[in-house]
């Protein structure tokens, strides 16, 4: 599984181990050391239109479906999927080349 550090932290730590030209095993008991970040991998995805008009939409990662014309796009609220939370910034090739 991934570990996420701050690498400010993983700076500061070997820092303070006092150790001129850390060795291996110095290095992974620093690393061993620093707490993980909190972090969550991001999701990226799209939304499908579901009619000409591009008002109803589906998310292309879990399938939920939006009713855009209670959405406040200024806001961004279109911008993340309501359920399943994915970035709405994918794009299909087809699209890439309008």
Not at 20 to 49: L, R, T
Not at 63 to 79: Q, S, W
């Amino acid at each position: 599984m991934s570990r996420y550090v701050e690498i400010d932290d993983v700076f500061h730590a070997l820092v303070e181990s006092h150790c001129a030209m850390p060795n291996i095993k110095k290095m992974q008991e620093v690393f061993d050391s620093v707490p993980s970040a909190d972090v969550v991998e991001v999701v990226h995805g799209e939304w499908i239109k579901m009619d000409k008009r591009g008002k109803n939409v589906q998310c292309s990662k879990c399938g939920n479906t939006l009713d855009l014309r209670g959405v406040n796009a200024g806001r961004g609220d279109a911008n993340y999927c309501p359920n399943c939370g994915a970035k709405m910034d994918e794009r299909r090739e087809d699209e890439l080349h309008k």
